[in-house]
């Protein structure tokens, strides 16, 4: 088992440098360390023209060791102001990585997925209820406001650790 | 979202306290000291009950709402209301986390399904084929237990397919539903059917009297 997994992950490692340059909105996703490839990486970039845009969101990806048959484990550890996101834990509410999950995903397209769903948020199932609150009453000018105080406190570079 | 501790630049007591515990990471307790470990367990019923696909620890907590099941039964002479309620709690909320991993999603393929899948030779397949679960192309990698197909016409390593299904009753592929032994998945798949004959017969009705 384990040992299908890293070959899987040792494709898939391959295949995304390969790709690195038709994603624009990954900056980085590489395993933290070169030779562990079930602990992974990954910096999203704000989306322009969105209240994101400027940010770099840092992801933290920890895959099983019976992957893919269960999910990878992604959560924000840059934090962010997004319905789906929890704001303390980074936790990511996307059905793709629960119920929704299929064998057929790959690390790249579920940042792709994440990344899509930073300007195309859930409300209707928050993990952080105030962001999603100002969306369901229809306050999209605080709630970019809000996105964006929140984008240049926590993932503008300067800020950065 | 700031909270009303943020607000005002308190300290929140709750989070003071809770990272005394666990640093706000991980919520899932180490519970591999608290129990024997698989192997040097007698009655191996546990293993093979459930499929060892459905992830590592779900095992854990299940012996371990096990263990305090025992406890319950020991203490119910003694024990009062609120503390069976606790014990019942807890026990309730152990066997989900055992069920977790598997429970997101749809349920398991049935048992009969998955022991009739069918084998295909080898020939069958295209040469650049590979499968979609090990990505690893079905002709240059002949050492597993043989290929097999879905009712919807994918192809996938016999080895790579069967510890999904233990989990999940659609096709990696294409999401095409197979049969499952879930009761709940086939009272709905009744109920469905039913809907569609009382829709088809409504339709007739019209038919006949318009």
């Known amino acids: 088992m384990s040992s299908a997994v890293h070959r899987r992950m040792l494709k898939e490692y391959l295949a995304i440098q390969k790709n690195s340059a038709t994603r624009p909105h990954l900056e980085v996703l590489e395993p933290v360390q070169e030779d562990d490839l079930l602990h992974w990486r990954a910096i999203l970039l704000g989306t322009a023209d969105s209240a994101y845009e400027g940010g770099r969101f840092k992801l933290d990806i920890v895959i099983p060791t019976n992957y893919p048959i269960q999910p990878p484990t992604i959560r924000f550890v840059t934090t962010i102001c997004h319905p789906n996101v929890h704001f303390k834990t980074g936790e990511i509410c996307l059905d793709i990585l629960k119920s929704e999950w299929t064998p057929s995903w790959t690390l790249e397209a579920i940042c792709v997925a994440i990344s899509s769903l930073l300007t195309n948020p859930e409300p209707s199932s928050p993990l952080n209820c105030d962001a999603a609150n100002l969306l369901r009453c229809g306050d999209i000018a605080g709630y970019n406001s809000l996105v964006r105080m929140y984008t240049g406190k926590f993932a503008i570079d300067e800020e950065e650790e | ?210």
């Open chain 2, 1 to 210: 979202m700031a909270s009303y501790f943020d607000d005002h630049g308190l300290e929140d007591p709750y989070k003071a306290r809770k990272s005394n515990y666990n640093n706000g990471r991980s919520l899932n307790p180490d519970l591999s000291h608290f129990m024997p470990r698989e192997d040097t367990e007698d009655e191996g019923n546990f293993s093979s009950r459930f499929p060892s696909a459905s992830g590592p620890g779900s095992n854990d907590f299940r012996r371990l709402a096990e263990m305090l099941g025992a406890f319950r039964v020991r203490e119910e002479p003694l024990g009062d209301e609120a503390h069976q309620e606790f014990l019942d709690n807890l026990i309730t909320q152990l066997m989900d986390e055992a069920g977790a991993s598997g429970k997101h999603g749809p349920p398991p393929a049935s048992k009969s399904f998955i022991r009739d899948l069918p084998f295909v030779p080898l020939k069958d397949v295209k040469r650049d084929e590979a499968c979609i679960i090990c990505n690893e192309n079905f002709q240059e990698n002949e050492s597993k237990a043989g290929i097999t197909k879905l009712p919807c016409k994918h192809f996938f390593d016999r080895d790579c397919i069967v510890p999904w299904l233990e989990l999940h009753n659609n096709c990696p592929a294409c999401r095409a539903e197979v049969p499952s032994d879930d009761p709940d998945w086939i009272k709905k798949k009744r109920d469905a059917e039913l809907a569609k004959y009382a829709a088809e017969a409504e339709i007739d009705k019209d038919w006949m009297y318009s």
